[in-house]
């Protein structure tokens, strides 16, 4: 067999895997009407369903993707956001009714408008824009029928707004203080700006919204706390309270309903949601049931009677379900793109260098092996491996399907496992998570079904950088690496990526002005002579945040050693693969690699 065919087989199968389609972020236009983004032609564009017909209609064809989307049940207003080749400046368009002309609203090419909460009918926009300042975000208003914006807060540094007032008056806008410290502002239209949640410590805020007409805030914290709970304050007073935690385990979202009577909650319980309704006070009135998945997104229905979310499950794409009150679900629109076989993680344990017992996934292929294994890092550092299927479950299926087992690691300074695991790798002890990386292979090599002279090692983002650290701290574990937009250098990594980020980063990393020694020495490129395996990398030509510059340098170092790299790099993305076109690519590049490497059989033309 030729290496042509090879590789024609090879792409046909990873196609069964990466162009199935996925829908996600629903809102309601109308009781009977929900907004998503569809990923049908191969990018994220703006369609509609009809939930009594279950007509589809799409209402965007653009060659880039959308990266948000938002409705309003009273006017059917469309907003979305849009970037250019994955740089992550979005331009913020409208449609002024359902179907209508596409009306561009920011014009700043260079710079990033990232669209926040909208009043009800429409009418009103906030959105953080570094337009005026590269370096920092300013909280913006709009008017989405003229056009005309005013600055609400200038000069904020890493701020996001997260709700609005009805009338569009007040605002919440969430400010980090750190990688994972933040508060929440009020912000009223041309006047205060006021601090609701000063605190000593550190507590992480990832959703809010206004209740009681405007009296009360819902929102998510876990001040003084391991882990993230629902809670309630008066705004007036400025004291909270909590509506409902969960012992051991993250609230990841919540909804409150148009009349106040029913809150819709998602909990994160080892990367998988849990969903119930509860009242407002926190009693418990039913659990949904769904299979083993993620929640995307909570949309209520105009007349509170419904609620709509984007699921998945790392076996199958995104749909879009919907719920009653009674917490009835079932599924309202689906791509219906056939399945290829897939294999269901079993969720595992390892126990590490101080005792700890680190949480993985571990995905096992058909027959008894024993089987090579690919070690499969995730990205963030302040992120968690879930069970969801984008962008991670078509690699690692498609992977399985090809005979490899995967071992997929939340190692110490993932987040869903409470706030000190979170910051068990902060600075100067970034490498005690790639000594997880080591046990977990030994924890491999325990077991009678793998192959210990061929495992692989794989990660993107920061993921990437735990793959190149993983390769030259413990040269001798690995047969080959993968390593996509990844750090190799923290000093010109931060020196290089967006300044609007330096400073978030330095948060969790390192400081240059301080800690550059540390930097310098905790970065892969340092050591890169201990390599001694094939190495892949892959990397987006307008990545904001890990610039390219990162994988030029480890190639060229890898290279000078005379050893094995295949470089993809794609002129039309960033920092992730937007574009199905080029995710099939890289993956089959990705599958070619390893099979040569782990010594794989060829697949045979179907």
Known sequence: MTESYAIDALTRHAASYFDRPSFSSPSFLDADTILFLDDRSGTKQASLISITSGEVKRLTTFTERLLSLKGSPASGRVVFGMDDGGNERQQIYTFPQVAGEVVRLTHRDDAIHDPGPMTSDGTYLLYRSNARDEATFDIVGMNTTTGESEIWLEDGGQVAPVTISADGTRGIVAMLNGNLDGDLLLLEKGGEIRNLTTHEGEQWIDAASFGDSGKTLWFTSNLDAEYVSLRKMDIASGESNIIFAVENWDVQDFKVSPDEQVIAVAINENGASRMVFIDPTGRQLCQVELPLGVIDGFSWSPGSTHIAFGFSTVEEPGVIMLVDREGTARIVADAGSPSPATFAPEAISFTTFDGRDIPAFWFKPAGDGPFPVLVDIHGGPESQRTLNYSPSGPVLQYLASLGIAV?????????????????LDDKALRLDSVKDVAYAVEWLRS????????????GRSYGGFMTLASLVFYPDLWAAGVDVVGIANFVSFLERTGPWRRKHREAEYGVLETDREMLREISPLTHIDNIRVPLMVCHGRNDPRVPLFEAEQVVAAVQSKGLDVVLRVYDDEGHALSKRKN??????T???FLQKHLQLPVLPLD
């Not at 071992?407 to 910051?423: A, M, P």
């Not at 077991?447 to 794989?458: C, F, G, L």
């Not at 995710?583 to 089959?588: M, N, S």
């Open 407 to 423: 071992l997929s690691l939340n190692v110490r300074g993932s987040t869903g496992y409470g706030k000190s695991y979170s910051h």
């Open 447 to 458: 077991r009678e079904d793998v192959d210990s002279d061929r495992i692989a090692v794989y």
């Open 583 to 588: 995710e099939i690519d890289a993956f089959v």
């Open 590 to 592: 990705m599958g070619d």
